[in-house]
């Protein structure tokens, strides 16, 4: 099958979501719904495959008896199928928990399961291509503004070039606390068998297809999306314990640790779960957890996320995260995390993102570099260097979105693979002391230098329609940003109103 083949499939799938959505049907539910049905016509085919048959699922909660069933009895089913296989454990527990039936008309069900799904071989398509078909699938889910999926989805452009940086190897342990779809966990794997594909040994494949990459994710939803994905490339398998696990990457110190880890975690700032660092007690009515492996106390997501991520590292494990501004330079918590983070890591590089690029509006984002080091004196940190990928770089996701061309100069300034010593400045990319860094007020990673071509050129000017959206995007953030403050002077909000 070709990938012409596979953007037709994705297009017949596709179109049926526009039926559903009369019903009520949101374009993130009719992907939830394509997720259960798929899994149940794999299972089945590889019951029914001439070598080496396979059952999964019990007879009673089949494929085939959705085959045989019609009208309100197809319904009933159905859901009794979701329920019976949430109650199981591994890949399956984790693709049908809490699942539900959002199609409410039987023959509209039963057109998808016979007509859709029922009419395509899935695991006779080669791993690719209903792979593709599959992340298709969840991008076309994450333009739907009215859903809120986006905000689980990174950039595809982004995700890879993040990759190409950190040159993920058959070797590593990877994970991503923050998963979404499994985007990055993706990446790295395709990564590995582009690049060394051809040299796996079977204990590398093994590796590779069941435990060395993982994720964590908070939302049921997200997690099976995440858990179909990683199946319909080839990790993991479906009567096999789950690489997914569904909880609060925050509430616990890990249990083992990574060589590599890749994230976005999300974008929300305040949590109503304070985290106790070694910095002492928290004077907050809020449910805390106590994190020893913790530097400072906070409620703020991201900067919670910067520590445990900090701490998932093995020595000599890297990381790449994507984190917004305010990680750079809030006070307080965030003075005393970046502080350890240049001392007892090697903070060596960060790329600032232009805006436009994120399904969620008013986001003005970073991805750090680090790499986790053996205890020593001195600061492991001699150099931070950035890379300013956002002045006068203005992209929108329909218009001019953002693609991996974009980001090459970038990845070649980086010099993946290669000793940072050989790095060369350039108009965008610049490194910055130790000293120098320390030196700055409240430790301030917030670091620009390019002049915004804007100000000083009318000519320049971005077309109308930019702008405003730009503006509605600083708005945005600026909200969320008073709303945290609020909250966390304990103010009383409820009572406004956000629509």
Known sequence: MSTVDSRRLVQKLWNYCDVLRDDGVSTIDYVEQLTFLLFLKMAHERANRNLRPEKIVPDELSWQTLLDSEGD??????RHILTGLAREGGTLGTIFRKAQNKIQDPAKLKRLIVDLIGKQEWSA???????????????????????????????????????????????????????GTGGFLLA???????????????????????????????VDGTARLAAMN?????????????????RDALGKEPEQRVSLVLANPPFGRSSSIRMVGEGGKSNREEREINRAD?????????????????????IDGRAAVVLPDNVLFEGGAGEIIRRRLLKQYDLHTMLRLPTGIFYAGGVKANVLFFERKRAREEPWTEKLWVYDFRTNQHFTLKQNALRRDHLQDFVDCYLPGKDRSERVETERFKSFSYDELIARDKVNLDITWLKDASLEDADALLPPEVIAQEIVED???????????AEALGAQTSG????
């Open 73 to 78: 009895a197809l319904e009933v089913q159905y």
């Open 125 to 179: 398509t080669g791993v690719d291509v209903k792979g593709d078909a599959y992340e298709e699938l969840l991008a076309k889910g994450a333009e739907d503004a009215k859903s809120g999926a986006g905000q689980y989805f990174t950039p595809r452009a982004l995700t890879t070039a993040m990759v190409d940086c950190m040159l993920p190897t058959p070797d590593d342990t990877i994970t991503d606390p923050a998963c």
């Open 188 to 218: 790295a794997f395709e990564h590995i068998q582009r690049h060394h594909g051809s040299g796996l040994t079977p204990d590398q494949r093994r590796r590779l297809a069941n435990g060395a990459i993982t994720g964590t994710e908070l």
């Open 230 to 246: 990683m199946l319909l490339h080839g990790i993991g398998t479906p009567n096999g314990p789950s690489l997914i696990s569904v």
């Open 294 to 314: 913790f530097w400072a106390t906070t409620a703020n997501k991201q900067l919670n996320f910067v520590q445990h991520i900090a701490s998932l590292l093995r």
């Open 475 to 485: 708005l945005q953030a600026a909200l969320r940003e008073f709303a945290a403050i």
């Open 496 to 499: 406004v109103d956000n629509g």
